[in-house]
């Protein structure tokens, strides 16, 4: 049983169960407990698109060193029902261990011999404590906090937080259930005990990391940088956002409202962005579908706008919980004629919360759409970062003034290139219109007035390109002989494999355009081999990279079965690349 | 002060002659002049569609949007801004063919909007097509059987969406429209107008004379906080009987009386800053 020792570097636990039984805050509260001990985690979530029953899991990656991909097996399989053995009966590690219910009648013949079987009465334990079905969890979160020689102590404290809100009642019965389940394993399995999450010896002046997810992340980068209006429409794997802006709207000013549909989510948005207010929208594919046509309104108009679109594999409804970059071409392309589109892309939580508020002040000084691209990985999988720090941040609304402007422009065609912007109300004349239009913004069929005024828009993105766009970040050394190229929530999974691959880099893409083609080139030109890794049929971030640079990568790891890639996969990549020559 | 030369561009309407929409044009700007409205205070939202082109020909801050989602703009607008009076000017096939979704779910929640639908029961700047509003039977360049399709009620349909003030004009009569539009203004939630507008282009047989022949006015002592009875009036419609004036009209909260973030000032008056949230970063700690 797991031989899970400070030398390991990840330890891995996966819980399972249907839909329903709160496996979701069982992990979580795991990973916190975990981060409060001084590790990292790395929490991956899989789940179906219902909301009682099916099958349910998460996993939990905690080490000492940063840890950023799921993986493969797991350590410790914490099975709230027979599904979960049946499902990842070949997912255990060498040395791994198995908790279930012996209360239950469960068939452990499959099991691996050399798993250690780790029974305990969580349903009699649960039944007796609180007589509630939904404090198996807990039990079971006592249990492996026994199993992992972490402190009890803590548990206890995050219970309290979890159920605080409930009620006093709630919280002891849940710290007695965690205290049962952590005594039965103390007192029963001792050989099994080991001293992985004891925490950490610096404890007294160390501050936790934070246990966030991309969703979250996007919410926190979006408050803090002043947001004042979102209208978003629920959908996976995005809705989470607007669970939290809702929450927080009041605390913070801003205004959350769930729209009838997408159309209207970012109609919405325009329209108080028109009137002044630093203003957002979310949605995942099909809704950015919808959004499609006031995506070029914003362009059009010049109206500045934050879109996140959270991608689920398509066509139509997909897979609607599970991860995708199938809509990278999209997005770039998406809309009738030419407007300047500023398209970002995360590659992880951290990235996700940067952005978003990078986004926001681009918006401002471009006057234009700004879509950041994140994945269903990103959006729910947490991963442990230290505090994000706002100190670098600098709201930023470009030329923006709600004052009288004497010989009022909206849209003048000046050397800048970009028009001063008020607002109505601030009493100058301005139409923002749909229609070409003239620099007051009145209606215009004009041929050369249309020229001026595309060409304006247009010149958008080479003042972004040179004022702001990011170069791709490479990691690694900078000389090897195999460059991976790639983009997203893949980055974590790549990052995870280079750490047990020679001579082999990768270069992280995050600005889609304006498109930072002459490093790129550079970059790419150095290896021997480039290995293009996505999440879609098609390629379409090397399709990106060849109309931009001219370089036709003929390596590539394509995957679209709507799971995550695991570093295994990206070392079997490298090595049948360099095998094949 | 408005004056009505403050509310001239240079650029002259493009409508046909004769259209309802110059009286519509007129009613508004006399209303405008009459109340003081100027960028200051104003903005208006306007769909596409032959009435889309008014922002060109008032000189008031405007957003012309996308066919049919002039609605959800206006909503964004005044959500930020309640401060300011935000009309929609919107057409019969843009506030119910393309925008219908977006009419039902503006009326339930009760933005304090005026809506201006500017309704020929036609669309006109495609060339006379059938719209939602077309009577069942009229021939059009995309019905030439005739249509089969029965049209909806605008007014019983704002009505029983939850708008809080509902009301039908003719554009012909400009200082009752003025009137109109002004208490629609006054209103404190959604006020929808459904202002009857002859195409004279392409509909021969909802002339100016038609709706002078056919319309009238409710009665002195009608009771307009009476649903069932509103619900009753706006269905009537046939030949002498089409009652204009203001059918519905009740108290219930807006939408922006609703939202504490606004009650103090407008969000668009409060600059944006930084946010400390590290308060909220601790939670995920």
């Known amino acids: 049983m797991p031989k899970v020792d400070n030398r390991q570097e990840i330890l891995s636990v996966k819980i399972g169960a249907e839909a329903g039984q709160g496996v979701k805050s069982a992990g979580l509260m795991l990973a916190k407990l975990a981060i409060r001990s001084g590790y990292h985690i790395y929490s991956q979530i899989e789940y179906p698109s219902l909301i009682k029953g099916g099958h349910n899991v998460i996993q939990v990656n905690i080490s000492k060193n940063e840890v950023t991909a799921p993986r493969k097996v797991n350590d410790i399989l914490i099975a709230l029902n027979q599904d979960t053995i049946n499902k990842h009966i070949t997912e255990f590690s060498k040395d791994s261990g198995l908790i279930f219910d012996s209360e239950v009648k469960v068939d452990t013949s499959k099991v691996p011999s050399n798993v250690a079987l780790i029974g305990l009465p969580l349903s009699k334990i649960s039944r007796e404590t609180g007589n509630s079905a939904l404090l198996i969890n807990t039990v079971a979160l006592g249990a492996v906090t026994a199993v992992l020689g972490g402190n009890i102590v803590i548990l206890n404290e995050l219970i309290a937080e979890e159920f605080g809100s409930k009620g006093e009642e709630i919280v002891k019965v849940n710290v007695s259930a965690a205290e049962q389940g952590f005594k039965h394993i103390t007192e ?95 949605t995942s594919g099909g809704g950015f579908s919808l959004m499609t046509e006031g995506y070029g309104l914003a362009g059009m108009t010049e109206t500045p706008l934050v879109i996140v679109e959270g991608m689920r594999p398509g066509p139509a409804t997909g897979l609607p919980t599970w991860s995708d970059q199938g809509d990278l071409q999209m997005i770039l392309n998406a809309h009738q004629g030419d407007f300047p589109r500023i398209i970002l892309a995360a590659g992880d939580a951290k990235e996700a919360f940067e952005l978003t508020m990078q986004a926001f002040n681009l918006a401002d000084k471009y006057q234009t759409p700004v879509v950041l691209i994140i994945d269903k990985n990103i959006c729910e999988n947490a991963q442990s970062f230290p505090l994000y720090d706002l100190a670098g941040y600098k709201v930023d609304r470009g030329k923006f003034s709600t004052n009288r402007v004497e010989n009022y422009k909206r849209y003048e065609l000046n050397p800048e290139g970009i028009s001063q912007r008020t607002v109505p109300g601030a009493g100058n004349f301005f139409v923002a219109n749909s229609d070409e239009h003239d620099e007051e913004g009145y209606s215009t069929e004009d041929a050369e007035i249309r020229s001026k005024m595309m060409e304006k828009r247009m010149n958008k993105l080479k003042i972004c390109k040179e004022q702001d766009m990011q170069k791709p970040q490479m990691f690694g050394p900078e000389n090897a002989d195999v460059t991976i190229v790639s983009w997203g929530s ?92 | ?23 519509i044009w007129g009613a508004f700007k006399n209303a405008a002049v009459k109340e003081g409205w100027d960028s200051s205070n104003t903005s208006i939202v306007a769909g596409i569609g032959c009435h889309g082109h008014i922002v060109n020909f008032v000189k008031l801050n405007s957003f012309e949007g996308l066919h049919g989602r002039a609605l959800p703009v ?40 005026t809506i201006l639908i500017h309704d020929n029961a036609l669309y006109s700047l495609t060339t006379g097509q059938t719209s939602p509003l077309t009577a069942h039977g009229f021939k059009t360049k995309s019905t030439p059987q005739g249509n089969p399709d029965e049209p909806f009620n605008p007014l019983t349909l704002a009505i029983i969406s939850g708008a809080t003030f509902v ?43 038609f709706y002078q022949e056919n319309t009238y006015y409710l009665e002195e002592n009608y009771d307009p906080s009476d649903k ?58």
């Not at chain 1, 992985?196 to 160390?206: A, C, I, T």
């Not at chain 1, 990568?553 to 295994?568: A, H, T, V, W």
């Not at chain 2, 009036?233 to 009740?250: M, Q, V």
């Open chain 1, 188 to 282: 029963n399995y001792k050989k099994y005990l080991r001293a992985f999450l004891s925490p950490s010896d610096s404890v007294s002046n160390f501050v936790p990391y934070m246990a966030v997810d991309g969703n979250e992340s996007v919410a926190l980068g979006a408050i803090s940088a002043g947001l004042q209006f979102a209208a978003i429409y629920p959908m996976s794997p995005i809705s989470n956002i607007l669970a939290v802006l809702a929450e927080n709207q009041e605390k913070f000013g801003y205004i959350y409202k769930q729209p009838e549909d997408e159309i209207s989510a970012i109609n919405m948005s325009i329209g108080a962005s028109y009137a002044g207010a630093r203003a957002m929208t979310a």
């Open chain 1, 490 to 581: 893949n980055k974590g999974t790549i990052l995870q494999a280079l750490k047990e691959l020679d001579n082999v880099n990768y270069v992280h893409i995050s600005w889609l355009s304006p498109f930072p083609s002459e490093t790129l080139s550079e970059m790419l030109s150095k290896s021997k081999y480039i290995l293009n890794v996505e999440c879609n049929y098609t390629g379409q971030m090397a399709k990106l990279i060849r109309e931009n640079t001219q370089i036709k990568i003929d390596e590539n790891f394509l995957k679209y079965d709507g799971r995550q890639i695991y570093p295994e996969e990206i070392i079997d990549a490298v090595n049948k690349i360099r095998s094949k020559k």
């Open chain 2, 1 to 23: 002060m408005t004056k009505m030369s403050d509310l001239q561009t240079l650029h002259f309407p493009n409508w046909c002659p004769g259209c309802g929409d110059l009286n």
């Open chain 2, 74 to 113: 206006a909503s964004g607008v005044k959500m930020v801004n309640n401060r300011l009076n935000t009309f929609v000017f919107t057409g019969d096939g843009d506030c119910f063919g393309e925008g219908g979704n977006h009419f039902i779910h503006t009326c339930r929640r009760n933005h304090d909007l």
């Open chain 2, 167 to 209: 009301a039908r004009a003719y554009s012909g009569d400009m200082p009752k429209l003025a009137e109109l539009i002004i208490e629609a203004n006054k209103h404190k939630g959604l006020a929808v107008i459904d202002i009857l507008q002859p195409c004279v282009t392409f509909n021969k047989v909802c002339t100016h004379g």
């Open chain 2, 228 to 285: 069932n009875k509103a619900l009753e009036r706006a269905s009537e419609f046939g030949d002498k009987k089409i009652p204009l004036g203001i059918f519905y009209k009740t108290n219930r909260p807006s939408y922006e009386d609703q939202i504490l973030q606004i009650k103090e000032k407008p969000l668009t008056e409060i600059p944006v800053e930084r946010s400390s949230a590290i308060e909220l970063f601790k939670k995920y700690t």
